[in-house]
């Protein structure tokens, strides 16, 4: 069916290769945020797309689900992205005698790492009972990023996830809801 339709097909790249792609919105509701956020994406069944992908039309999606239809054409529910953040790690300088240099400061790791974020609300919270008290921001973003869990031995702090200019700490990373992709749970970084 995809190839019936050559002209609703918009050029793409799938993680950098370029392919195509017949956009349409999703049908998350009425709300605002599923009008503007939500997309299907159809793509030919000899596309690389997969669960996690990194669409870019123009606009930017990440590819949250993936399901051959009859056809086999590969139908994806899509998320357009809405931020560029950055990831940064805390970590220690060493010498040459792996003496500590100075303080532990913050340094990037990631930079210009499309995602997809939403400010947690009232409304977030009676939907998704699962989000931790101290919860301000939920992060959608691929799994190639490097950014760990909290709980890695490897790390002396949290990573932060930088947000216009403001940094926030990585409290949970969910990587089992949208395969392909981690949705993180941020809070303030009082650091």
């Known amino acids: 069916m995809f190839h019936e339709f050559s002209h609703r097909h918009t050029p793409c790249t799938v993680n950098g290769l370029p392919e195509a792609v017949i956009l349409s919105r999703g049908s998350s509701g009425s709300s605002q945020f599923g009008r503007e956020s939500d997309y299907i994406g159809r793509f030919a069944p000899e596309s690389s797309v997969l669960p996690g992908a990194l669409i870019e039309t123009g606009e930017t999606f990440l590819v949250c689900s993936l399901r051959p239809t009859p056809d086999r054409d590969k139908y994806c529910g899509m998320v357009k992205t809405n931020m560029i953040v950055k990831v940064q790690r805390y970590v220690q300088q060493y010498d040459e005698n792996d ?3 100075g303080e532990p400061e913050f340094q990037d790791i990631e930079t210009e790492v499309q995602s997809f974020v939403r400010y947690v609300t009232g409304q977030l919270r ?7 008290p101290t ?10 990023v490097d950014v760990r869990r909290p709980n890695d031995l490897l790390l002396l702090g ?3 996830i930088v947000l216009n200019g403001r ?3 990585v409290d949970v990373i969910d990587d089992i ?10 809070s303030e970084d009082m650091r």
């Open 99 to 101: 003496n500590p240099i």
């Open 126 to 132: 009676q939907e998704d009972p699962g989000l931790l």
């Open 135 to 144: 919860s301000t921001h939920l992060i959608r973003l691929q799994n190639t």
């Open 158 to 160: 949290p990573d932060r």
């Open 167 to 169: 940094p926030y700490q």
């Open 177 to 186: 809801q949208f395969p392909g992709l981690y949705q993180i749970q941020l």
